[in-house]
């Protein structure tokens, strides 16, 4: 085979997959399933487990609109509550509710 018909396979290898891959954002957006809360409160407890026991944890489960410069998704806020130091910590976080990113945590 030649270098020319090599180089027009990869071309069009390159096409078909983006092609597959704008067809597939394009299904994802038409689609915005998302991710379940309780889901993303099992992601965000996990993360807090790898530092050490927690003692409570809470998600609301309805979506709600999240506006932030260019970035315009659905959230869940939560909650995570432990022991540092003897006393009670609370955390609260914000994740987008169609990929599961953890967009905010905050101490209060």
Not at 18 to 47: E, Q, T
Not at 62 to 83: E, Q, S, W
């Amino acid at each position: 085979m030649s270098q020319k018909n090599k180089n027009g396979l990869i071309f069009l290898g390159g096409l078909v997959i983006g092609a597959a891959a704008s067809w597939g954002a394009s299904w994802f957006i038409r689609n915005k399933k998302g991710i379940h809360g309780d889901d993303i409160l099992i992601r965000v407890k996990n993360m807090f487990l790898k530092e050490g026991p927690i003692e409570g944890s809470w998600i609301e489960l309805k979506k709600v609109p999240f506006n932030k410069y260019a970035l315009h998704t659905d959230i869940y806020y939560g909650g995570i509550t432990r022991k540092e130091n003897d006393e009670l910590v609370q955390y609260e976080f914000y994740a987008d509710a169609y990929t599961g990113a953890v967009l905010d945590l905050y101490r209060l």
